[in-house]
């Protein structure tokens, strides 16, 4: 008798039973809770009963169990539990979660790891050592430049062992991504959870500062260019997908890359925050030129940012341990094996999975539980429509777009680590904006961290999405990120209680908390309070802490640590808080420490003053005030256009502590004079009141600790009428027992 009808003839008087008694009857109940458990592990089958001595196999199997039972409204009061057991769930798809699956607000669904276990929820493949051999075949020998490298050379053969579909690297960077030339991007190598190298020139540490200019000569692992040659067509041109611009270089690298046909340029080639991930077309060796295969957003031009990049995807430039290089053609994967590779039962896996781990689809009331989803080439938990989905106490990792992608309503992330991953961390978006009815969306003790390695910038650590209202981000911890942390759209969000640091460390132009909301001044109201905001700007110019950029109005900063924010040298221009030409920002009862520039009030947008004025107009005809109830929240729209509008004069920087200890003030800026710790472009208006700038202590619980904890008897709190005094202890992710 074949072995699935003997599974299926031993399963029968188990499925009858259940359906005959009700899932709660084959089921377990938990003790002394009404509700009822299914369990799921990787040794089950899902022709058994789901019960904690009979699990199922598949988490689809669990969800339609729970299913049957929502269907009927049999929902106990406590919910249903689906309990996961230890061990890799291997996913080749989606686990999708519908409406069908919804629990109810005093009977959720959860999916919940098992008391003492590590469920991972996989998106990866595993490759074993012995997949792995030497590379014979001298053609590509003889293509690799280091020859330590072709002695030490392995292969992998992944057709051979059934792995067919490879991705393919695609166009990236700000204002670029489109579906015409935007895939899947082919998957990551790792070794025992570290994601290795692509195959690269310059490598990571290398440093050429023949080859760049100005404030980017301290740049290692890149290169620049020597000049431009056609700067290609713009974002806004025709023919923008057809043809690129045509550089030229200095350095003579390229004449290795002769055999070479998908070679791919990750760098900066006009303004800083226009990243771009472009392919190379060709390259012209007796001219010295590269001819790149798309357009820049900007064209390829000179910006105070100047340019930099990187060559990546080259077999030729396999020469570090740990550097790979797929063959996305033959399917054949070369790596140059870091020390002890295949020995100790090391993990090597790739990350195969193109879709999302986990998606829910207007599913409400659904919990996750202390789960780790590892691994693929898209998302973690992407959630779209429905409400109160929790995500709690779990680790998102190593996925190579967004971490957890919350859109509904009170939809939460709370106690998670998420990091290593190629996008944003966390992305939350709901509310409506023209009601000015909040979304009640939050993330909360978590920790996120190394994250847009494949997105580089705009991908925050956490992302306030369009039309978003009421979202809560507070007492997390967020650090190692290129480019912005917190990206602001929308109304009323709350910033608190955060620890972020050492972000913004490869682009310039971009601060920490980050909006661009000044041809929307309806979407105002976001606090910024109580964070540590710190070590940002140590190496590069132009890195700032918080940022309300071209003209965002109506943010309120206050009782934050504004920590080394700028250093010596190129590092000196950056700011803690810069406000380009923004209004009725109020900036008062924080702490700056060895910041070069506490406050810069910008001007930028006022060149563009009759420009801006017309897109207002075009604003405020779609949107009534007379209709909307922003007038009553924002009582200062009512006098938008009696206001000064090209140089705002409602913008307050009060009550602030200006210590600098270590590095010095930016005594100007320019022929700008720094004037009560702030510097105030031309024509720019700024209210100071009540700061006090002192180099010494001003009376921090234990600065050497960095504790800068000011306490009610401290003599900042003494010098500054009303100053609040700051708790530096309760900033960032609070013990289990003090987390909601």
């Known amino acids: 008798m074949p072995a699935e009808i003997t599974r299926m003839k031993h399963a029968l008087p188990v499925l009858m039973a259940t359906c005959l008694l009700g899932y709660g009857a084959a089921a377990e109940r938990s003790t002394g809770a009404e509700s009822i458990a299914f369990h799921v592990a990787i040794d089950g089958d899902d022709f058994d009963s789901g019960s904690v001595d009979a699990p199922f196999a598949s988490l689809e199997r669990a969800r339609d169990a729970a299913r049957d039972i929502v269907c009927r409204q049999a929902l106990p009061s406590g919910g249903v539990r689906v309990v996961i057991h230890g061990g890799v769930h291997s996913r080749k798809g989606t686990f999708e979660l519908s409406r069908d699956d919804s629990g109810t607000p005093d009977s959720p669904i959860v999916y919940a790891a098992a008391r003492g276990e590590i469920p991972i929820i996989s998106g990866m493949v595993a490759l074993q050592p012995g997949w792995f051999e030497p590379v014979s075949d001298q053609a590509i020998l003889d293509r690799v430049i280091e020859p330590t490298a072709r002695e030490r050379l392995l292969q992998c053969d992944l057709r051979a062992h059934g792995f067919t579909e490879f991705g393919e690297l695609s166009r990236r960077g700000h204002d670029v991504t489109r579906p015409e030339i935007t895939k899947a991007p082919p998957p990551e190598l790792y070794l025992d959870g570290r994601r290795m190298v692509r195959a690269r020139w310059p490598n990571p540490d290398d440093h050429f500062p023949q080859f760049l200019r100005g404030v980017q000569q301290s740049r290692h692992g890149v290169v620049g260019r020597a000049g431009i040659v056609d700067p290609g067509p713009t974002a806004e041109d025709a023919d923008f997908l057809a043809r690129g611009g045509v550089i030229r270089f200095a350095f003579d690298r390229p004449k290795w890359w002769a055999l070479a046909d998908d070679i791919w340029l990750s760098g900066v080639f006009s303004w800083s925050w226009q990243w771009s991930y472009n392919r190379v077309a060709s390259i012209d060796l007796p001219s010295q030129t590269i001819t790149l295969r798309y357009g820049e957003r900007s064209g390829i031009t000179d910006r105070y940012s100047h340019d930099y990049f990187f060559a990546e995807n080259l077999l030729e430039e396999i020469d570090q341990p740990g550097e790979y290089f797929l063959d996305r053609a033959t399917g054949r994967l070369f790596l140059l094996p870091p020390e002890g590779f295949g020995e100790g039962g090391a993990d090597i896996c790739l990350s195969m999975m193109a879709t999302p781990l986990i998606r829910l689809t207007n599913a409400s009331d659904i919990c996750f539980e202390g789960l780790t989803l590892d691994g693929g080439r898209s998302s973690g938990i992407i959630c779209r429509g429905g409400g109160r989905v929790l995500v709690d106490r779990c680790e998102v990792r190593n996925v190579s777009t967004t971490g957890i992608d919350l859109q509904g309503r009170n939809h939460g992330v709370r106690r998670c680590h998420v990091h290593h991953v190629g996008g944003i961390g966390v992305a939350l978006s709901g509310g409506d904006t023209a009601a000015l009815a909040p979304g009640g969306l939050f993330v909360e003790d978590s920790d996120i961290h190394h994250f847009a390695w494949l997105n580089q910038v705009y991908a925050p650590a956490v992302l306030l999405g369009y039309r978003s209202v009421g979202s809560r981000v507070s007492h997390n911890r967020i650090r190692h990120g290129p480019h912005v942390a917190v990206t602001v759209y929308g109304n009323d969000h709350l910033i608190e209680y955060n620890d972020v640091g050492h972000v913004v460390e490869e682009f310039t132009d971009m601060g920490a908390i980050y909006a661009n909301l000044g041809s929307r001044p309806l979407e105002r109201g976001t606090v910024i309070r109580r964070n540590y905001i710190h070590d940002i700007g140590q190496h590069h110019h132009l890195q700032n802490g918080v940022y309300p950029d071209n003209g965002t109005m109506g943010w309120l900063i206050?009782?934050?640590?504004?920590?080394?924010?700028?250093?010596?040298?190129?590092?000196?221009?950056?700011?803690?808080?810069?406000?380009?030409?923004?209004?009725?920002?109020?900036?008062?009862?924080?702490?700056?420490?060895?910041?070069?520039?506490?406050?810069?009030?910008?001007?930028?947008?006022?060149?563009?003053?009759?420009?801006?004025?017309?897109?207002?107009?075009?604003?405020?005809?779609?949107?009534?005030?007379?209709?909307?109830?922003?007038?009553?929240?924002?009582?200062?729209?009512?006098?938008?256009?009696?206001?000064?509008?090209?140089?705002?004069?409602?913008?307050?920087?009060?009550?602030?502590?200006?210590?600098?200890?270590?590095?010095?003030?930016?005594?100007?800026?320019?022929?700008?004079?720094?004037?009560?710790?702030?510097?105030?472009?031309?024509?720019?208006?700024?209210?100071?009141?009540?700061?006090?700038?002192?180099?010494?202590?001003?009376?921090?619980?234990?600065?050497?600790?960095?504790?800068?904890?000011?306490?009610?008897?401290?003599?900042?709190?003494?010098?500054?009428?009303?100053?609040?005094?700051?708790?530096?202890?309760?900033?960032?992710?609070?013990?289990?027992?003090?987390?909601?």
């Open 558 to 740: 206050e009782e934050n640590v504004f920590h080394r924010i700028g250093g010596r040298g190129v590092a000196a221009n950056c700011r803690a808080v810069n406000n380009n030409t923004g209004a009725h920002i109020i900036t008062r009862h924080n702490v700056f420490i060895d910041c070069t520039i506490p406050y810069l009030m910008g001007t930028f947008c006022a060149q563009f003053h009759d420009v801006n004025v017309a897109r207002w107009e075009d604003y405020f005809r779609s949107h009534d005030l007379s209709q909307l109830p922003h007038a009553g929240k924002y009582p200062e729209l009512l006098r938008f256009w009696q206001e000064p509008r090209q140089y705002p004069d409602t913008n307050r920087f009060e009550g602030n502590v200006i210590c600098n200890p270590t590095v010095p003030l930016l005594q100007s800026y320019g022929k700008i004079a720094m004037r009560d710790a702030v510097i105030v472009e031309n024509g720019g208006i700024l209210k100071t009141s009540d700061n006090w700038i002192t180099v010494q202590d001003p009376g921090f619980t234990d600065a050497a600790v960095g504790d800068f904890t000011l306490p009610a008897d401290a003599e900042a709190v003494r010098h500054i009428p009303g100053f609040p005094g700051i708790e530096f202890n309760t900033i960032g992710p609070r013990p289990p027992s003090l987390a909601r």
